[in-house]
């Protein structure tokens, strides 16, 4: 949900440029102000990089020189490197790295504008260069950031400029550096697994292990008339908690002086061995970002998480969410670059199904779409034999059904689905199919357009013991305990 303060914004100081609410911006936010006062500049320079040279799409310029949208990768990861072997947070763990916190924020320097997307680590994607599916955090274990950032690029079709990443053990060192983050808590609050304990209602200072315990926690639960309650939300409660503690961990950086050189050498010292950036994102690069966005308020940061997925089912083994990519649609639009635009080719993304039974078919009809620039997903084989081609949208899509109807020699039948999962549009050949079209033909009415019957909802099976198993989907918002917010 987007909000925005009224009346006019003032004139933001270096510490609050980079206000942008979450995890790793907590770093940005130190770097730029430090380099602002002259501190750490040179230190910053020699922080961890990752270099992935071949993976990211590069930024770019229009004619005038001025810069493109960006789309950050922001990931969280759960590795134990630099943990004590008796921490808390090692308590039934297994060494790995999966990547447990996953956001897209996206930053407009011509408009000002910033959003942050939310990406849940229990969704069920092919893992891009392999025939392999899994949960996306499990990415990380499988390929490291390359793995990961070309899932999203290819299943999501939101190309990646820029990565950082912070582990457990940074985000302690940087909440250390800061102080301990007052939260004021409606009732009293735990989480027996990431060993959040809140005894008593109230303001409450929460320590750097403390800080972790409710960033992480999944299973947050209220004590409310003489009874310990769930919060239903899950992942999705976690989600949102972790972007309002760092809102409230920001502001007390500002409140403590982040403007003091002091504290910002402490910040930059904190991040040094716990943050990796792409090799891209130099310091130098980090200050441009900040004065593109001097005006910017925090309070209009765009906030999103994906909508359209199931509730968990069985994937593999394990249960997992799946994507209805036409629901889910609009708001990748946003991320893709895409939001307003008339589809083009490259904009569309489609699954081919042999409805004829000819070999091979599926393959090469994929191929052709690939030529004319359609961003060909998948291909299968129907079950049955078609004797008219469709061409299947998801609620939303129409327009670029259309776009691929206009490119089929024969003109389809188009037939919404409010079912479809693996790609918003899907062509399914029929005896009828003659080939592609390198231009499309004039806009013409298809074939008058049907709808198939909606899919029941299925029923969300009950969750196993265990940290990494997904939540139910979100829930309506009475059934939201009341959040922690700031004292």
């Known amino acids: 949900m987007r909000t925005a ?23 940005i936010a130190a770097l730029s102000t430090a380099a602002a006062l002259g501190v ?20 770019t310029a229009d004619a005038s020189g001025n810069a493109q949208p960006l789309n950050i990768l922001l990931v969280g990861t759960d590795s134990s490197a630099g943990l004590d072997p008796d921490d808390p947070v090692m308590q039934g763990r297994q060494p790995s790295q999966l990547a447990d916190v996953i956001m897209i924020l996206r930053l407009e320097p011509g408009s000002g504008d910033a959003a942050l997307l939310s990406i849940p680590r229990d969704l069920w994607v092919p893992i891009a260069g392999t025939s392999r599916s899994s949960k ?113 961990a920001l502001s007390q950086a500002i409140d403590q002086g982040i403007r003091n050189p002091a504290t910002a050498n402490a910040l930059v010292n904190a991040v040094s061995g716990a943050v990796i950036f792409d090799e891209g994102l130099t310091t130098g690069m980090i200050l441009d970002i900040a004065n593109a966005f001097r005006m910017f308020s925090p309070e209009s940061l765009g906030g ?103 490119h089929l020699a024969t003109a389809p039948v188009l037939v919404e689905d409010p079912d479809l999962r693996l790609a918003p549009v899907e062509l399914a050949t029929g005896s009828d199919y003659t ?25 969300n099976p009950t969750d196993p013991a265990g940290d990494d198993e997904p939540e139910a989907s979100e829930p309506a918002p009475d059934s939201t305990p009341e959040a922690p917010r700031a004292c």
């Not at 929460?206 to 004590?223: G, T």
Request: some cysteine; overall charge negative; charged content about 25%.
């Open 435 to 459: 080939g592609v079209l390198a231009e499309p033909r004039d806009p013409a009415p298809a074939s008058s357009p049907t709808t198939s019957d909606p899919p029941t909802s299925p029923t």
């Open 304 to 406: 999103y998480t994906l909508q359209g997925l199931t509730d968990p089912e069985m994937k593999g083994g394990q249960l997992a969410e799946v994507l209805r990519m036409g629901e889910a649609q609009p708001i990748l639009a946003l991320f893709q670059g895409t939001e307003g635009l008339d589809p083009t080719p490259e904009s569309v993304w489609v699954r081919v199904v042999n409805g004829t039974g000819l070999r091979n078919q599926a393959g090469e009809v994929a191929d052709d779409l690939r030529l004319v620039g359609f961003s060909v997903r998948s291909t299968d084989n129907s079950p049955t034999d078609l004797v008219r081609t469709e061409v299947r949208y998801a609620p939303g899509q129409r327009a670029g059904a259309e776009l691929l109807a206009r």
């Open 40 to 59: 750490g500049y040179e230190k910053a320079g020699y922080l961890p990089r990752m270099y992935l040279d071949g993976v990211l799409e590069p930024a």
């Open 5 to 27: 303060t009224p009346g006019a914004r003032g004139r933001r100081t270096w510490p609050q440029r980079l206000l942008l609410s979450l995890n790793v911006f907590l770093v």
């Open 136 to 248: 996306i955090n499990a990415t990380y274990l499988e390929g490291g950031a390359p793995a990961l950032i070309e899932t999203i690029d290819e299943y999501l079709g939101i190309p990646i400029n820029h990565f950082v990443q912070v582990d457990f053990a940074g985000f302690r060192d940087v909440v250390a550096a800061i102080g301990d983050v007052e939260v004021y808590f409606p009732h009293p609050a735990r989480d027996r697994r990431s060993h959040l304990d809140v005894p008593e209602a109230g303001c409450v200072s929460l320590d750097p292990d403390q800080a972790l315990a409710f960033a992480r926690s999944r299973y947050f639960e209220v004590y409310v008339d003489g009874r310990w309650e769930q919060d239903p939300t899950a992942d999705w409660g976690r989600m949102r908690r972790q972007q309002d503690f760092m809102r409230l």
